[in-house]
């Protein structure tokens, strides 16, 4: 087996390992700019820890963060995080959900590191500034981000399908949001998460059943409750 890690740097002499693997960036884009940082993705072996891959991903003197990573059944790989539409590099996926706007940021490799999809998810207000903060994949293949968004002047441009209850920016510096994309990373669902205070989602998972379960933090006295009415729920 492997093990995946992922994160971000402004060392431009971060440890690299090429190996086969398909895709490889050896170039810190923050080598001018040291408050600048690039993704790092590393792949090692998990029986002894020794390198298979450790790459690189970014653009030239902007800022690239990765949040969390995630493996489908087939061994395909999800990064989650934030990037900027005008630099980070992107590729489109035939079938998926490809997006043009967005700080929010969404990766998928293969199992043999190759490249499949790099899009951005957010709204097209260039000071929204979204970060994903977690990705969850289910038994069939079915993908949940979740994260944080602003709406600075109120246009409610992030990409909502079937949104529910927050159907739109509910107010304070941020609101949460969430989006379910099936096996072929096309959106199902997505919508905005909080009341009129500051919110954030933080992780999301989900059942068997199918249910979905998402954590953060808020300030809003109004964000939406509901009462299951199970035996001993909270």
């Known amino acids: 087996g492997q093990v995946y890690i992922v994160g971000y740097t402004s060392s431009v002499d971060f440890p690299l390992f090429k190996g086969n693997n398909l895709f490889f960036d050896s170039v810190n884009g923050c080598f001018f700019n040291t ?3 690039d993704i790092f993705v590393i792949k090692l072996n998990s029986a ?3 390198p298979i891959w450790a790459s690189f991903y970014g653009a030239d003197n902007v800022s690239e963060t990765a949040s969390d990573i995630a493996l489908d059944g087939n061994g395909n790989v999800y990064i989650v995080g934030h990037g900027v539409p005008s630099a980070t590099p ?3 996926q035939p079938g998926a959900s490809n997006f043009n706007y967005g700080n929010g940021l969404i990766l998928k490799f293969n199992q043999q590191d190759s490249l499949l999809w790099a899009t951005p998810f957010g709204t097209q207000q260039p000071s929204a500034n979204e970060n994903i903060n977690a990705i969850h994949i289910d038994a069939t293949n079915n993908i949940y981000i979740c994260g944080t968004a602003t709406d600075p002047i109120g246009l409610n441009l992030m990409p909502l399908v079937n949104p529910g209850v927050n159907n739109t920016y509910q107010g304070g510096s941020t ?3 969430f989006a379910k994309f099936n096996s ?4 199902v669902t997505s919508s905005y998460i909080g009341g009129s205070d500051n ?3 933080n992780g999301v998972t ?3 059943s199918g249910k979905i379960f998402i ?3 808020t300030r809003s006295l109004n964000i939406p409750t509901q009462n299951i009415g199970d035996i001993g729920a909270y």
Not at 184 to 187: F, G, L, Q, T
């Open 215 to 217: 954590i953060g933090t």
């Open 184 to 187: 072929n990373d096309s959106i």
């Open 199 to 201: 919110d954030a989602a």
């Open 48 to 50: 002894n820890g020794n």
């Open 206 to 208: 989900s059942d068997p």
């Open 175 to 177: 609101d949460g949001f």
């Open 35 to 37: 408050s600048c940082r």
């Open 90 to 92: 992107y590729q489109l």
